[in-house]
């Protein structure tokens, strides 16, 4: 089973996002909501994108939307890796 941590969402949202830098969450602000750090439903979108390019696991649109925080966005990622058949 394949599951991404929090350094790992960080640099996919970062990279879809189209910054150079990674974000760091001082202590555990996972719960800081994607909005706050200037994420929105496209950045979710292409986030998506990649990680079905870099897990090979689909994520539907309609359930990225549900994703407010980024811990919010890593569960729902680490779900569908879990769902996901091993190749």
Do not use: K
């Not at 929105?40 to 990680?51: C, F, Q």
């Not at 870099?54 to 994520?59: D, K, L, S």
């Amino acid at each position: 089973m394949t599951s991404i941590d929090v350094p790992t969402t960080l640099r996919i949202l970062c990279e879809a996002a189209g910054e150079d830098e990674d974000l760091e969450l001082a202590g555990d602000d996972s719960e800081t909501t994607l909005a706050d750090l200037g994420f929105d439903s496209l950045v979710l979108i292409e986030a998506g994108t990649r990680i079905e390019r870099e897990f090979g696991a689909a994520i539907p649109e309609d359930r990225l939307a549900g994703a407010v925080t980024v811990a919010d966005f890593r569960a729902l990622v680490n779900e569908v890796l879990a769902d996901a058949p091993i190749a």
